[in-house]
């Protein structure tokens, strides 16, 4: 079956770094683009970011522009997420989320499958 683990989160005080990683197994990994999405406190899910199933294309919404890079490694079925200049607001839990095709949707009720997440806080 599916898996999504998602790992790389924690602690970040703001204007710091912090690498997010999604392993992948259950699925032949360079066949799926693949997402980022966050839910930070008493708010709902949002999209971040997106990247093609062979790493041709990217995409970010417009609150992490400039600041952080998704990019992926389809030899070791990995997904990433580079978060440069966090800030406070960018606190959430982190999700990857594995597309249903090559291409990056940009509604969140067509990923099929989800990780569970992993904690990022960026507070001084």
């Known amino acids: 079956q599916v898996q999504l683990v998602e790992s790389g989160g924690g602690l970040a005080q703001p204007g710091g770094s912090l690498r997010l990683s999604c392993a992948a197994s259950?699925?032949?990994?360079?066949?799926?683009?693949m997402s980022w999405a966050r839910q930070a406190p008493g708010k709902g899910l949002e999209w971040v970011s997106g990247?093609?199933?062979?790493?041709?294309?990217?995409l970010y919404a417009a609150s992490v522009e400039g600041r952080f890079t998704i990019s992926r490694d389809n030899a070791k079925n990995t997904v990433y997420l580079q978060m440069n200049s966090l800030k406070p607001e960018d606190t959430a839990l982190y999700y990857c989320?594995?597309?249903?095709?090559?291409?990056?949707?940009?509604?969140?009720?067509?990923?099929?499958?989800w990780g569970h997440g992993t904690q990022v806080t960026v507070s001084s």
């Open positions: 989320a594995q597309a249903p095709a090559r291409t990056v949707p940009l509604t969140l009720g067509a990923y099929p499958n």
């Open positions: 259950g699925f032949t990994f360079n066949n799926y683009a």
């Open positions: 990247i093609y199933s062979d790493g041709s294309n990217t």
